[in-house]
């Protein structure tokens, strides 16, 4: 387990291939998700998949969203939003409902989602697929284009992918930098 966890990469939309994630793939990674730890066990993750011509749809959303809210809107960044979602097999809105009683603080859940993330991410490494989770500042309008319950959120989109060749290897700073024994 040690090692998926430290094969674990971000994947980006451009080097993804034209091979397509497939739906069984996908209710595996949700599955896995799905396993997260969660106080009270609120399981606060919901997960809005989108394929097909809705990415079209989403990259046309949040390049008229970002132009609308931009003062000095770049042609660079309208064409990436506009073209990035396209690039990918499947993006999945990574959405946290709150809990309507609030039996634990937001945090809380917003972590607990973050796990599920994290377990989906995991999984998605083990299958040899790619992913890469993007929080643009428009996940704040996607009330206005994904179906949202009371109280729930978008905290980003998962971009998920097959992709060739190989990812770079990680670095990471040795923990005893970061660890204090008591």
Known sequence: MITTIAKRRSVFPAQFSTVAVTKE?????????NWAPSHRKTEPWRFKVMQGVT???L????ANTYTKMEPKPKQVK????????????????ICMQRDPAESVPEWEEVAATAMAVQNLWLAA?????GGYWSSPSLIKHMGD???MAEG???LGFFYLGNYDGEIAAGVRQP????TVWL
Do not use: Y
Not at 25 to 33: D, G, K, P, S, T
Not at 59 to 62: L, N, P, Y
Not at 175 to 178: F, Q, V
């Open 25 to 33: 793939q996908i209710a595996q990674l949700l599955a896995a998700a």
């Open 55 to 57: 990415l079209e749809k």
């Open 59 to 62: 990259g046309v959303f949040m």
């Open 78 to 93: 309208i064409q990436k939003l506009r073209t990035n979602p396209t690039k990918a097999s499947a993006v999945i809105a």
């Open 125 to 129: 490494t083990e299958m040899g697929l």
């Open 145 to 147: 284009f994904l179906p």
């Open 152 to 154: 729930e959120r978008c």
């Open 175 to 178: 923990i005893a930098d970061k």
